[in-house]
T-cell receptor
Framework: DGGITQSPKYLFRKEGQNVTLSCEQN?????MYWYRQDPGQGLRLIYY???????QKGDIAEGYSVSREKKESFPLTVTSAQKNPTAFYLC??????????????FGPGTRLTVL | RKEVEQDPGPFNVPEGATVAFNCTYS??????FFWYRQDCRKEPKLLMS?????NEDGRFTAQLNRASQYISLLIRDSKLSDSATYLC?????????????WGLGTSLGVNP
């Protein structure tokens, strides 16, 4: 089945540690996105990538880093510089050259808790 | 003014009721519009895109009013399974920028 997978589903981290969240898609989509969602808040864009080897900062990129070495993969690293990392992290992808070019499809998310 | 605004609700309705949500957007040049549904502690899922002429998918009808800069979602014959948060989403720019602006969502509870 085609889709987006994120792992792990739940992640606990000690303060001061870096952690990497995985996002893989087999939809052959060019564009991929990382969002975070906090209780009572909307989705906020962290980083996005429209093509392999290229990515752009979103609205809240500080304390995060990404890479896009393969079309299928867009891992997100939450660094110790991120002051409030506990959140629900969502990865999405879209197919800019397709008919529904702006529609984003989401993975199941990773809940990160910093202890 | 927020770029995308929704009434947070909650809307609590009985099964079988008709309920409508509105969403306003600030950028008159906005290009694409969507309604997503998000269940508690799950990822958002596309409910429907919103087209200029309005569109219907079963019990769900979406409409766009460009002059007043709002989109609406109408749910007829509500089911218990419709209980969720409904997110209004807008693409504010033309061109290759694929960024979307997400509303905070409207919470719907359908009661037996």
């Amino acid at each position: 089945d085609g889709g987006i997978t994120q792992s792990p589903k739940y992640l606990f981290r000690k303060e001061g540690q870096n952690v990497t969240l995985s996002c893989e898609q087999n939809l052959n989509h060019d564009a991929m996105y990382w969002y975070r969602q906090d209780p009572g808040q909307g989705l906020r864009l962290i980083y996005y990538s429209q093509i392999v080897n290229d990515f752009q900062k979103g609205d809240i990129a500080e304390g995060y880093s990404v890479s896009r070495e393969k079309k299928e993969s867009f891992p997100l690293t939450v660094t110790s510089a991120q002051k409030n990392p506990t959140a629900f992290y969502l990865c999405a992808s879209s197919n800019p050259s397709g008919g529904a070019k702006d529609t984003q499809y989401f993975g199941p998310g990773t809940r990160l808790t910093v202890l | 003014r927020k770029e995308v605004e929704q009434d947070p609700g909650p809307f609590n309705v009985p099964e079988g009721a008709t309920v409508a949500f509105n969403c306003t957007y600030s950028n008159s040049a906005s290009q694409s519009f969507f309604w997503y549904r998000q269940d508690c502690r799950k990822e958002p899922k596309l409910l429907m895109s919103v087209y200029s002429s309005g569109n219907e998918d079963g019990r769900f009808t979406a409409q766009l009013n460009r002059a007043s800069q709002y989109i609406s979602l109408l749910i007829r014959d509500s089911k218990l399974s419709d209980s969720a948060t409904y997110l209004c989403v807008v693409k504010p720019n033309a061109g290759n920028n694929r960024k979307l602006i997400w509303g905070l969502g409207t919470s719907l509870g359908v009661n037996p």
